[in-house]
């Protein structure tokens, strides 16, 4: 059937041969859709995860947890930035994917939904959900479109600190008052779960998995990624001396991997469809800056064309 | 903690202004209007809390204590910082005028403090001075672009020059202590810096089309530890979750 669309075999061709796809190349439109639904809501979920870990800065515990905490989440309004940018040249308006992302037409990791209760939610957040995104993107290295795939590096370098400043808040707690060790047990218990639903369904039921694999956008399936993550995270949960809340964890011998225990999907799907503590908030949250915000654009974008009149009539 | 100093009295001073409003400007984090802005804003308050950082490290050294006793267990009465500095964040009208006063200042402030007699200090405003040369060269732009802009922009402008009017003249405030450290050759004469203030923010209100407020009126007291009703509020939060855990480290 491809005879007809000779330019499909050539897409293909170059997909298959590790080329990268860029912008002003031929391309499906579905891969187009695709990636457009891809990676608007990564930049989304890079905005509003500004949101849980936002909510700790104004009182961080020391003055450099503060300043640590502020420079992560400055990190993730650029990696939104850079994101919106890269996705603009598939042609969408960054205006045009706000709107998507306010009336909820497009979505965000849900785990963001989840509320950030205690400092130690911080750490949480830095070492199991910026550790699972990693791992995420350090595979999106080499997804096929090229816009996509060189944000990826640049993020992965940015996001790796995330996850050491992240560790590194649960170590001193791990090392701390039992007050301190309890409040990372805690966060942990909650945090853990929703950390491996991010990697999405089971491949077996993974609605957009087969099509993205073929045009590599997706390098690795759902599992092989969940499966990395639980792997490098077990140990990491050793050296604090906390616990993994999943009694079915053990090491494997035979399949040199850690087993685990089945995921509440239920939970999953629930959240995602508007169940969870902050769905409402963090949309709220949004549209209120950006609402806030309006008269402020408008002034730029007049006064900018002011001074190109004056410009011009001169 | 060994009992304060003039010198120690006085880096504790520049140290709250520091902080008072590197707080602040952090409030727009995730609540920007745009993410250029947030960015933005995100900078210029891990500037000002670097500032208070390298101040109350200083100033720790003098008294024997840590940067976090100082900044996390003080309470509003023992702050120090001049009240503009606290007020909180308003729209980003309000911010962005506080901000082009208080960058105006500062850029003529730490230039001279570069020359203080006290080494570490003269370290310090280098460093400083580098910063508020930048950051006065975008709150100015901010100013002409929103002064400039729509009618409701210039409007909201105006209001919020009309509102922070009467606190600038606790910026040009000399009192003892500080007259004492400038015959020492340590501080800075505030008064001096007035003119080549005044000028400058009139020649900005000039192309940003906003006006010199007609109404003038005297707000003071931060040094003395008399503040608005807002700083109090700011440090609960601030300080909350730092002394429900004494004596831990984080």
Same mark, same amino acid.
């Given at each position: 059937?491809?005879?007809?669309?000779?330019?499909?075999?050539?897409?293909?061709?170059?997909?298959?041969?590790?080329?990268?796809?860029?912008?002003?190349?031929?391309?499906?439109?579905?891969?187009?859709?695709?990636?457009?639904?891809?990676?608007?809501?990564?930049?989304?979920?890079?905005?509003?995860?500004?949101?849980?870990?936002?909510?700790?800065?104004?009182?961080?515990?020391? !003055?450099?947890?503060?300043?640590?905490?502020?420079?992560?989440?400055?990190?993730?309004?650029?990696?939104?930035?850079?994101?919106?940018?890269?996705?603009?040249?598939?042609?969408?308006?960054?205006?045009?994917?706000?709107?998507?992302?306010?009336?909820?037409?497009?979505?965000?990791?849900?785990?963001?939904?989840?509320?950030?209760?205690?400092?130690?939610?911080?750490?949480?957040?830095?070492?199991?959900?910026?550790?699972?995104?990693?791992?995420?993107?350090?595979?999106?290295?080499?997804?096929?479109?090229?816009?996509?795939?060189?944000?990826?590096?640049?993020?992965?370098?940015?996001?790796?600190?995330?996850?050491?400043?992240?560790?590194?808040?649960?170590?001193?707690?791990?090392?701390?008052?039992?007050?301190?060790?309890?409040?990372?047990?805690?966060?942990?218990?909650?945090?853990?779960?929703?950390? !491996?639903?991010?990697?999405?369904?089971?491949?077996?039921?993974?609605?957009?998995?087969?099509?993205?694999?073929?045009?590599?956008?997706?390098?690795?399936?759902?599992?092989?990624?969940?499966?990395?993550?639980?792997?490098?995270?077990?140990?990491?949960?050793?050296? !604090?001396?906390?616990? !993994?809340?999943?009694?079915?964890?053990?090491?494997?011998?035979?399949?040199?991997?850690?087993?685990?225990?089945?995921?509440?999907?239920?939970?999953?799907?629930?959240?995602?469809?508007?169940?969870?503590?902050?769905?409402?908030?963090?949309?709220?949250?949004?549209?209120?800056?950006?609402?806030?915000?309006?008269?402020?654009?408008?002034?730029?974008?007049?006064?900018?064309?002011?001074?190109?009149?004056?410009?011009?009539?001169? | 903690?060994?009992?304060?100093?003039?010198?120690?009295?006085?880096?504790?001073?520049?140290?709250?202004?520091?902080?008072?409003?590197?707080?602040?400007?952090?409030?727009?984090?995730?609540?920007?209007?745009?993410?250029?802005?947030?960015?933005?804003?995100?900078?210029?308050?891990?500037?000002?809390?670097?500032?208070?950082?390298?101040?109350?490290?200083?100033?720790?050294?003098?008294?024997?204590?840590?940067?976090?006793?100082?900044?996390?267990?003080?309470?509003?009465?023992?702050?120090?910082?001049?009240?503009?500095?606290?007020?909180?964040?308003?729209?980003?009208?309000?911010?962005?005028?506080?901000?082009?006063?208080?960058?105006?200042?500062?850029?003529?402030?730490?230039?001279?403090?570069?020359?203080?007699?006290?080494?570490?200090?003269?370290?310090?405003?280098?460093?400083?001075?580098?910063?508020?040369?930048?950051?006065?060269?975008?709150?100015?732009?901010?100013?002409?672009?929103?002064?400039?802009?729509?009618?409701?922009?210039?409007?909201?402008?105006?209001?919020?020059?009309?509102?922070?009017?009467?606190?600038?003249?606790?910026?040009?405030?000399?009192?003892?202590?500080?007259?004492?450290?400038?015959?020492?050759?340590?501080?800075?004469?505030?008064?001096?810096?007035?003119?080549?203030?005044?000028?400058?923010?009139?020649?900005?209100?000039?192309?940003?089309?906003?006006?010199?407020?007609?109404?003038?009126?005297?707000?003071?007291?931060?040094?003395?530890?008399?503040?608005?009703?807002?700083?109090?509020?700011?440090?609960?939060?601030?300080?909350?979750?730092?002394?429900?855990?004494?004596?831990?480290?984080?």
């Amino acid at each position: 059937m491809n005879d007809l669309v000779p330019e499909l075999d050539n897409f293909q061709q170059k997909i298959d041969d590790e080329q990268r796809i860029e912008p002003k190349d031929w391309m499906p439109e579905k891969y187009r859709l695709n990636l457009i639904r891809q990676m608007s809501q990564h930049a989304h979920s890079e905005v509003i995860g500004m949101q849980p870990e936002g909510n700790w800065i104004s009182s961080a515990p020391s !003055l450099y947890r503060k300043i640590v905490l502020l420079s992560k989440v400055q990190d993730e309004a650029g990696h939104g930035l850079y994101l919106y940018s890269a996705t603009e040249t598939l042609g969408i308006t960054r205006a045009e994917m706000n709107a998507r992302l306010q009336s909820g037409e497009s979505k965000y990791a849900s785990i963001f939904n989840y509320p950030s209760l205690t400092w130690a939610d911080v750490g949480a957040i830095g070492w199991l959900v910026d550790g699972a995104a990693i791992v995420n993107q350090v595979s999106l290295q080499r997804t096929s479109y090229g816009p996509y795939a060189r944000a990826m590096i640049r993020i992965c370098k940015e996001e790796s600190f995330h996850q050491r400043q992240g560790y590194d808040i649960m170590v001193k707690l791990a090392e701390g008052s039992p007050a301190q060790r309890e409040m990372a047990q805690d966060a942990i218990n909650r945090w853990w779960w929703p950390s !491996l639903m991010m990697f999405g369904p089971h491949d077996s039921d993974s609605v957009n998995s087969q099509q993205s694999m073929k045009w590599k956008i997706k390098r690795q399936s759902n599992d092989e990624l969940r499966q990395k993550f639980v792997d490098q995270t077990v140990q990491q949960c050793e050296i !604090l001396k906390l616990e !993994l809340p999943d009694p079915d964890l053990r090491w494997n011998e035979e399949r040199q991997h850690y087993d685990f225990g089945e995921i509440d999907w239920d939970e999953f799907y629930q959240v995602i469809k508007g169940n969870g503590h902050c769905n409402r908030d963090r949309i709220k949250h949004h549209v209120k800056a950006h609402k806030e915000g309006a008269w402020v654009r408008e002034a730029m974008t007049a006064y900018a064309g002011k001074k190109a009149q004056r410009k011009d009539a001169a | 903690m060994t009992e304060p100093d003039n010198l120690s009295t006085y880096v504790l001073r520049l140290a709250d202004d520091a902080m008072v409003l590197g707080q602040r400007i952090s409030e727009w984090t995730s609540n920007s209007p745009n993410l250029e802005e947030d960015i933005a804003n995100s900078n210029v308050a891990l500037d000002y809390l670097g500032r208070a950082r390298m101040l109350y490290a200083y100033a720790a050294t003098m008294l024997n204590t840590t940067e976090d006793d100082l900044a996390f267990m003080r309470d509003a009465r023992q702050y120090t910082n001049l009240l503009m500095h606290e007020l909180p964040k308003g729209d980003y009208a309000f911010s962005t005028v506080r901000q082009f006063f208080i960058d105006s200042f500062d850029v003529l402030y730490f230039e001279q403090l570069i020359h203080s007699g006290d080494a570490q200090l003269a370290a310090i405003a280098a460093k400083t001075f580098k910063e508020c040369q930048y950051h006065v060269r975008r709150s100015r732009d901010l100013m002409v672009r929103l002064g400039d802009g729509t009618d409701e922009s210039n409007s909201r402008m105006q209001t919020a020059l009309d509102e922070l009017w009467g606190y600038r003249h606790e910026l040009f405030m000399d009192d003892e202590l500080e007259t004492e450290l400038q015959q020492q050759g340590v501080a800075i004469t505030r008064a001096d810096l007035q003119p080549k203030w005044d000028a400058a923010i009139q020649d900005c209100l000039t192309e940003a089309t906003l006006s010199i407020p007609e109404a003038d009126w005297t707000v003071s007291g931060g040094r003395a530890g008399v503040h608005s009703e807002h700083l109090g509020h700011m440090l609960d939060d601030m300080q909350c979750l730092h002394r429900s855990h004494p004596g831990v480290t984080w």
